[in-house]
Structures are given as C-alpha cells and as structure tokens.
C-alpha cells in the first residue's frame, strides 16, 4: 500500500546485501502475499533456477497515500462499489448465525492470548506495539457500536486496525542447507491456493473466524494460540510471513514442550 512500494523487493535486497547480481521479484496476492512469495520461492528451488531464496512480506498501511473526496470525514473501503469490505464479514455472521456477543468474546480471547506470551529475556528496541489492546474488557468491547451493518455484529474493537509490519523467511535446498552447514527450522511439504465467493473474507474480522471455527469443528484452544489479527494486527502484504514464522516456532516449541513433559 505504501508509495514506496515499487520494486520493494530489488530495494531490501540491495539494502540487507544480497548480491548486486542476484535478481529480485515482487508479487501481489493482497492478504496473501508474505505466503505467496513463500510459494514462488519453493517453485524457484524445485525447478532449480536457486538454491537459496529470501522471501518476505511488508506492508505499511499508516504511509498509503490516498486522493479521495470527502476522505477527510471519514470513507468505507470500497465505498465506491457499494461493497465495503466489513459487509463480507456481517453476511458472515448472518449465514452462521454468528452473534456480537460471540464476536466480542473472540475479540477479548485474542488480545488476552497475546498478551499472555512470554518473550525472550533480552534488550527490546521496542516495548510494545500500538496495535495490540491487551487492557480491553468485554464490558468495554460491548459498548463499541457497529460500523458497517446496524445491529450488526463489527466494531472496531473486534476487526484488525490500520497496520504495519514487515517479515522474511529464508528457504534452501536440501542440497544447499547440506553444502553451508545450516540447520533449519521447518520443512515445507505442499502449497495450495484457491479462490473464494467475494462475499467472504479473511481473519480481519471476528465472523470470519467465528464461521471457518463452526463449519470446520476446529478446537478454538488450538488455534491462534498467540492471538490472531484483532489483536496482532492485519498488515496485508506481510501477514503471511509472520503467520509462517509464529506457525513454525509454535510447533517447534510445542514438540519441546510435549518431550519435556515426557522426560
């Protein structure tokens, strides 16, 4: 979203020192692109065109430069269209009979999730990120009126807010961790992407969650262990990266855990 962002990709390069030689390439998937760039990297070691590939993702919402009428009292995304984006998350809620009161409770989990995790003992740059609300109560979350829908189900206390983020993962061939002497944390077994109706939409929003829960039967004790995007935030084009980062060092740390528990 960011101005800057053309060719972001050849410019981190060349800032963090990758070879001036080694080519560089943006992608756009929108929510999906830390992931997406994960996908191009494994296709370019599968067809061995690099044994080493740095993918990532970044976003800086705060840096969007926009042009439009009336923005400055307040504008929907995709007002234009007569679709704002928060309307996918209501018809949600709508079909799954999902209810404010459900929603609020996730949104209270999550923050309460991530303000829960422990991190490591050491010199931090940055105390805490101003997204997370770890303070907030149901009592104060109920209060909150409804923004796209009347007596709907979306507020602000449980969508995503404005973000952001930046994250990188490095990818290598078996033959490449082998020939540098590297250890890695994960391996990646299969990628898939699919479309889906434009009616729904992703993690921004409480309903969406709340609906995948219900219909998959998922054990809302297993997921987002950490807190999800309400209360980490949503930056687009980086999400990916660090949901595959937190997804890594969460199993990681629960098969220590599990052989701890075991010893």
Same mark, same amino acid.
């Given at each position: 979203s960011s101005r800057d962002a053309a060719y972001l990709a050849r410019h981190v390069g060349l800032r963090v020192g990758v070879p001036i030689p080694t080519? #560089?390439?943006?992608?756009? *998937?929108?929510?999906?692109?830390?992931?997406?760039?994960?996908?191009?990297?494994?296709?370019?070691?599968?067809?061995?065109?690099s044994e080493v590939v740095l993918c990532g993702g970044t976003e800086s919402m705060s840096q969007t430069p926009f042009a439009v009428r009336?923005? *400055?009292?307040?504008?929907?995304?995709?007002?234009?269209?007569?679709?704002?984006?928060?309307?996918?998350?209501?018809?949600l809620a709508a079909k799954y009979n999902i209810t404010?009161?459900?929603c609020d409770r996730y949104a209270f989990k999550t923050q309460q999730r991530w303000k829960?995790?422990?991190?490591?003992?050491?010199?931090?740059?940055?105390?805490?990120?101003?997204?997370? *609300?770890?303070?907030?109560?149901?009592?104060?979350?109920?209060?909150?009126?409804?923004v796209f829908k009347k007596d709907g189900?979306?507020?602000a206390g449980n969508a995503s807010g404005v973000s952001d983020g930046a994250g990188a993962v490095i990818l290598a061939s078996e033959d490449a961790v082998k020939k540098h002497n590297l250890t890695p944390l994960a391996r990646i077994v299969s990628y898939h #992407?699919?479309?889906?109706?434009?009616?729904?939409?992703?993690i921004a929003f409480a309903p969406q969650y709340l609906s995948v829960e219900k219909v998959?039967?998922?054990?809302?004790?297993?997921?987002?262990?950490?807190?999800? #995007?309400? #209360?980490?935030?949503h930056p687009l084009g980086a999400s990916g990266s660090r949901i595959t980062s937190h997804l890594v060092h969460e199993l990681r740390y629960q098969v220590d855990s599990l052989a701890a528990q075991r010893k």
């Open positions: 080519p #560089a390439l943006t992608v756009n *998937r929108l929510c999906g692109s830390g992931f997406q760039s994960i996908v191009n990297g494994c296709q370019e070691i599968s067809l061995n065109d009336n923005v *400055r009292f307040g504008t929907k995304l995709g007002g234009d269209l007569q679709t704002p984006m928060g309307v996918t998350a209501e018809n404010r009161e459900e829960a995790v422990k991190v490591k003992k050491s010199k931090q740059s940055l105390e805490r990120d101003e997204h997370p *609300r770890p303070e907030t109560t149901l009592e104060q979350l109920g209060k909150l009126p409804t189900t979306v507020t #992407a699919a479309g889906c109706d434009p009616n729904i939409m992703g998959l039967g998922l054990d809302p004790e297993k997921t987002n262990v950490n807190g999800g #995007a309400i #209360a980490l935030g």
